[in-house]
């Protein structure tokens, strides 16, 4: 079995900060592409950044430079800095990754179950 558990959500003023984190466990040879989702009441999920084993990164247009995804991959662990949080970040935010379970398997898509971030006054 393996999970996504993330956690760092909460309740923050506009212009502030929080850091998300989303650790894998379970049985697990290696993970690829890790990433965060979100998703808003009556939205559709959205992605708002990835990063591949090595550290590419990709980030949605709409972030404008504010959010940074990092990894560790010795913890299984991916992250999500966001500043000049706005309330139209309010949403939860669901960790991502494609992991393969041993050496001859292949990779399959697991999500966490989400935190929930508010952006308000």
């Known amino acids: 079995q393996v999970q996504l558990v993330e956690s760092g959500g909460g309740l923050v003023q506009p212009g502030g900060s929080l850091r998300l984190s989303c650790a894998a466990s379970?049985?697990?040879?290696?993970?690829?592409?890790m990433a965060w989702y979100r998703q808003a009441p009556g939205k559709q999920r959205e992605l708002v950044a990835s990063?591949?084993?090595?550290?590419?990164?990709n980030y949605a247009d709409f972030l404008k430079g504010r959010f940074t995804i990092s990894r560790d991959n010795a913890q299984n662990t991916v992250y999500l800095q966001m500043n000049s949080l706005e309330p139209g970040d309010t949403a939860g935010y669901h960790c991502?990754?494609?992991?393969?379970?041993?050496?001859?398997?292949?990779?399959?898509?697991?999500w966490g179950q989400g935190t929930q971030v508010t952006v308000s006054s």
């Open positions: 990063i591949t084993r090595g550290g590419g990164t």
């Open positions: 379970g049985i697990i040879f290696r993970i690829n592409t």
């Open positions: 991502h990754a494609y992991i393969k379970r041993s050496s001859s398997g292949s990779y399959n898509e697991y």
